[in-house]
């Protein structure tokens, strides 16, 4: 299970325009609206997606970087 207890990611000192930042709030910003498009949590959302991702990683091979 994830847990986002107590994690806040405006509380870190990213770097203004940082691409890293900028990614990850929007990131955060989707896994949100999916959680409520979905009638569910952002912890349990972070959980199916990450199934999820780890499935289609084993699908593919389970490898790093696939091969054109």
């Known amino acids: 299970m994830i847990n ?3 994690t806040n ?3 870190f000192s990213w770097p ?3 691409s890293a930042r900028i990614a990850m709030h929007k990131i955060t910003q989707d896994v949100r609206e999916y959680a409520a498009k979905q009638g569910i949590g952002v912890e349990v959302a972070m959980e199916v997606g990450m199934k999820k991702k780890a499935e289609e ?3 593919k091979g389970s490898e790093i970087y696939l091969k054109s």
């Open 57 to 59: 990683f084993k699908d």
């Open 4 to 6: 986002l207890s107590g």
């Open 16 to 18: 203004e325009g940082c």
């Open 9 to 11: 990611l405006n509380s």
